[in-house]
């Protein structure tokens, strides 16, 4: 296998991160948004989670100047382009 699927295939693999990956594509921006789509992730793993896909740059961290401050994660153009893979993948699992 081709080094660079095998990177990508490591980080996707690891527990959450298609959900989390889903959630942001359905609208989460949020911790707690993300906490709440992605049922049973404790607040430890999701942390974690939204940091290794900020590393990998399919998602973006800003944090929001109010009172209090809060984070916000935006998917990168990066990660868009993993759309239409969760897309086929979900027809792949009701195709069958």
Same mark, same amino acid.
């Given at each position: 296998?081709?080094e /660079?699927?095998?990177?990508?295939?490591?980080l996707?693999?690891?527990?959450?991160?298609f959900?989390?990956?889903?959630?942001s594509?359905?609208g /989460?921006?949020?911790?707690?948004e993300?906490?709440?789509?992605?049922?049973g992730?404790?607040p430890?793993?999701?942390t974690?989670?939204?940091?290794?896909?900020?590393r990998?740059?399919?998602?973006?961290?800003r944090?929001?100047?109010?009172?209090?401050?809060?984070?916000?994660?935006?998917?990168?153009?990066s990660?868009?382009?993993?759309?239409p893979?969760?897309a086929e993948?979900?027809?792949?699992?009701?195709?069958?």
């Amino acid at each position: 296998m081709p080094e /660079a699927v095998r990177r990508g295939a490591d980080l996707l693999e690891r527990r959450w991160s298609f959900s989390i990956l889903y959630a942001s594509l359905n609208g /989460a921006s949020r911790f707690n948004e993300f906490r709440q789509s992605v049922e049973g992730i404790s607040p430890n793993t999701l942390t974690d989670r939204l940091r290794d896909l900020e590393r990998a740059g399919i998602l973006e961290r800003r944090v929001i100047a109010a009172s209090p401050p809060f984070a916000e994660y935006q998917l990168t153009a990066s990660g868009r382009r993993l759309a239409p893979l969760l897309a086929e993948l979900q027809r792949w699992t009701t195709a069958r």
